[in-house]
């Protein structure tokens, strides 16, 4: 096969977002087969914000479009050794990405239209899409308002066109292209012009519903989450099906939901404060339990080691053990490698110093002052050794 590396690719879905099948010549082939450019496609490469079109050519898996300036190359599942092609467009992606797309068109100029708000940037995901707007906030009752008009001119099956204009004379445009020579123009009847060389459905209506999912502070911009159509049916369902669970979890009808979960929230922050306040008060009782219960050693201090995680109960226990005077606590923990030291202040040890040289030598971190430090060790070997040197 001749390599016509410099041949352009005629882009179909340029003049017919719809086209689902195609017959077109294979031009060049790169990587034994696996990479394909064709005189003409249906295929959509991942630009301006839209991810690549899916499907086949001759029957083999189409993974990937790429756009490289003229041409088109589409990565294929397996080599493919054809002169002319078939090609069939994943329709169900194709149709769901158009939804998007416009939806993003008419979301961006409603923001304009109501706020005068711009869109920087715009992206289209496997699950929502987002838009970027340039401004500093955004708040619910604005996005509610976008969302409501949004739906208004879908109800209105305002006409969606493409054109091709000049970009020397075209007018009206809500974002100035930097483009030179034909702009693909996409209008949105009355509400809308933007270059765009993107796939779009014909009508608002086919955009379906709009829904607005989340708002996000991104450095000083806005960013919005949205789905369009089936995708917000789909969310819809998967939301209204969520909060029937919560509500049969608490006996309680949906609209209730909100009030009952906040109200269990505060009584669980509420218990948790209880039974941390508890759990330290034991710590303290069994470290004072575990001192009494120590026989000194032939200096007179009391020692214990305890195994387990150094979490704020540990350190209760340990500083109750060492508060009755001549003492020394030491806890190890083996997940992550991890020890504490408490000393009272007669026991002619400095913890800080104790640990921080301990764990050094070991190739750890830690330190603290005279009556409690804590280091953490590369491994269960180096706990192992600090353990032997402290005990």
Request: net charge negative; glycine share 8%; proline share 3%.
């Amino acid at each position: 096969m001749d390599d016509l590396s410099d041949s352009m690719t005629e882009r179909l879905y340029y003049s017919d977002c719809y086209l689902r099948e195609f017959r077109a010549r294979v031009i060049a082939a790169e990587d034994s087969g696996r990479r394909v450019y064709l005189d003409r496609t249906a295929f959509y490469p991942t630009s301006g914000g839209q991810p690549f079109d899916v499907g086949t050519l001759a029957g083999v898996a189409v993974l990937e479009v790429a756009d490289e300036d003229d041409r088109i190359a589409h990565v294929l599942e397996s080599p493919l050794n054809a002169a002319e092609v078939e090609g069939s467009i994943d329709w169900a992606r194709r149709f769901d990405h158009m939804q998007q797309h416009t939806g993003q068109h008419l979301l961006s100029a409603v923001f304009e239209e109501l706020y005068g708000m711009p869109t920087i940037s715009f992206h289209l995901g496997a699950e929502t899409a987002t838009i970027d707007l340039g401004v500093g906030s955004l708040t619910a009752e604005q996005a509610k308002q976008v969302e409501n008009r949004c739906a208004a001119i879908v109800a209105e099956a305002r006409p969606v066109s493409i054109s091709f204009e000049d970009a020397a004379t075209a007018s009206g445009l809500r974002k100035e292209s930097q483009r030179s020579g034909v702009l693909r123009i996409v209008c949105i009847a009355d509400l809308d012009r933007s270059a765009c060389g993107g796939t779009h459905v014909r009508s608002t209506a086919e955009t379906g519903p709009i829904l607005i999912r989340k708002l996000d502070k991104i450095r000083s911009n806005a960013r919005v989450e949205f789905v369009c159509g089936l995708r917000a049916i789909r969310q819809a369902r998967s939301d209204y099906c969520t909060l029937s669970s919560i509500a049969r979890a608490l006996s309680a009808p949906i609209e209730k939901t909100p009030e009952l979960t906040g109200a269990q929230a505060e009584r669980i922050k509420s218990l948790e404060k209880h039974n941390q306040r508890l759990s330290v008060e034991l710590a303290a009782r069994e470290g004072r339990e575990l001192y009494a219960a120590a026989e000194p050693d032939s200096i007179g201090l009391r020692r214990l080691i305890q195994r387990g995680a150094i979490d704020d109960a540990m350190r209760t226990r340990a500083q109750a053990f060492v508060g009755s005077g001549k003492a020394v606590f030491l806890a190890v923990c083996w997940d992550p490698p991890s020890i504490l030291l408490a000393a009272s202040a007669d026991s002619g040890i400095h913890a800080g110093e104790l640990v921080k040289k301990a764990v050094s030598s070991a190739g750890g971190r830690g330190g603290g002052n005279a009556t409690l430090a804590q280091g953490s060790l590369p491994s269960g070997e180096a706990l192992a050794k600090v353990e032997a040197e402290l005990v």
